[in-house]
């Protein structure tokens, strides 16, 4: 899984949605629990407005999501919507039902505040970095033990 985190697939806007299902089934299946991972795509998101460098960037963004999501949430259930947004923009929402997270940490990391986190939580602060190098911004809504959801809003 190493290897594959570090060099992942090239992504075309052809093969977005199944890289990222290949990536869900290797991160989240194997570990001897039962696991929903879906991905839903509207049919009016078109993948080949993006550039292949962006196209990594979102790829990276939905992969931190899902190493989180492995590593803290202690879920049993992940869906990535991918729907588009204004002209020529893109919504993705990652959602899970695992343990969520604490209202100050939620706040802090809305706020981007990530230097007065008690804990270091570099794959949000890569994902919201991420975000902002594609003009997007992103947000956090989660309840403990009701879950996490990631909004990620590109505009182009």
């Known amino acids: 899984m ?13 093969d977005m949605i199944s ?19 879906r991905i839903v795509c509207e049919n009016s998101v078109d993948f080949s407005k993006w550039s292949s460098e962006q196209l990594m960037h979102i790829y ?6 899902f190493q989180n999501i492995q590593k803290h949430a202690h879920a049993s259930e992940v869906t990535v919507f991918f729907k588009s947004h204004h002209i020529d923009g893109l ?26 986190i008690e804990k270091l939580h570099f794959g949000l602060r890569n994902i ?10 992103v947000s956090f809504r989660a309840e403990e033990e009701c879950g996490t959801q990631i909004t990620v809003v590109l505009d182009k």
Do not use: H, W
């Open 128 to 137: 919201v970095e991420r975000a902002q190098l594609l003009g997007g911004k």
């Open 2 to 14: 190493l290897c594959y985190n570090l060099t992942p697939p090239n992504i075309s806007s052809n």
């Open 19 to 37: 890289a990222l299902e290949v990536l869900g089934q290797k991160t989240f299946n194997g570990n001897g629990k039962d696991f929903q991972f």
């Open 91 to 116: 919504k993705i929402i990652i959602s899970d039902d695992g343990i969520g997270m604490s209202e100050k940490l939620l706040n802090q990391i809305n706020n981007g505040i990530f230097d007065k």
């Open 60 to 65: 990276r963004i939905v992969q931190e999501a």
